[in-house]
T-cell receptor, first 111, second 112 residues
Framework: KQEVTQIPAALSVPEGENLVLNCSFT??????LQWFRQDPGKGLTSLLL?????REQTSGRLNASLDKSSGRSTLYIAASQPGDSATYLC??????????FGSGTKLNVKP | KAGVTQTPRYLIKTRGQQVTLSCSPI?????VSWYQQTPGQGLQFLFE???????NKGNFPGRFSGRQFSNSRSEMNVSTLELGDSALYLC???????????FGPGTRLTVT
């Protein structure tokens, strides 16, 4: 069974800092991996989707990388802002089956 | 283009009752997935429907069921509610399985 771990569980940084969030998974046979953010009490917002054949995806200040062989993905946030404060979740999808979610990293960016 | 909508947004039910939640996907999306989110268990997959057929199912008891209509709208039903069913229920739609998932705002269910 696929297990997804996100470290750290919580992170507090000053505004402007670059940061990296980590996601690891136990089974490298994945179809794709998706990063989301969730604001308190709300649904999830898709940030980036990386297909198994890709190494990275970029959107604005966000860059996600994927290393299937080591079972790791990272989400890099450049020049963090208070508006980036949220919980970040990664989800791994094995071949056409359900998504497995990590427990998330709660990010607080201090002004 | 309108996003994923879920109704109702909040619901309070009593143990033993049943509840039906509704999800309208983004226009053109044929895959709808349901998730349960709780502080203790995190996000857990319930089931996925594609073109009115259940394609995948998570590890939940038979009290949890769903269906999808020809217009891709989906409903989720929970019978004989238990206190532990209190959670945020999220619906997500995508063009097809494996594509980017777009989530609705969720339905907050409280069972007393």
């Amino acid at each position: 069974k696929q297990e997804v771990t996100q470290i750290p569980a919580a992170l507090s940084v000053p505004e402007g800092e670059n940061l990296v969030l980590n996601c690891s998974f136990t089974d490298s046979a994945i179809y794709n991996l998706q990063w989301f953010r969730q604001d308190p009490g709300k649904g999830l917002t898709s940030l980036l989707l990386i297909q198994s054949s890709q190494r990275e995806q970029t959107s604005g200040r966000l860059n996600a990388s994927l290393d299937k062989s080591s079972g790791r993905s990272t989400l890099y946030i450049a020049a963090s802002q208070p508006g980036d404060s949220a919980t970040y979740l990664c989800a791994v999808r094995p071949e056409f089956t359900k998504f497995y979610f990590g427990s998330g990293t709660k990010l607080n960016v201090k002004p | 283009k309108a996003g994923v909508t879920q109704t109702p947004r909040y619901l309070i039910k009593t143990r033993g009752q049943q509840v039906t939640l509704s999800c309208s996907p983004i226009s053109g999306h044929r895959s709808v997935s349901w998730y349960q989110q709780t502080p203790g268990q995190g996000l857990q997959f319930l089931f996925e429907y594609f073109s009115e057929t259940q394609r995948n199912k998570g590890n939940f008891p038979g009290r949890f069921s769903g269906r999808q209509f020809s217009n891709s709208r989906s409903e989720m039903n929970v019978s004989t509610l238990e206190l532990g069913d209190s959670a945020l229920y999220l619906c997500a739609s995508s063009l097809d399985s494996g594509d980017v998932q777009y989530f609705g705002p969720g339905t907050r269910l409280t069972v007393t």
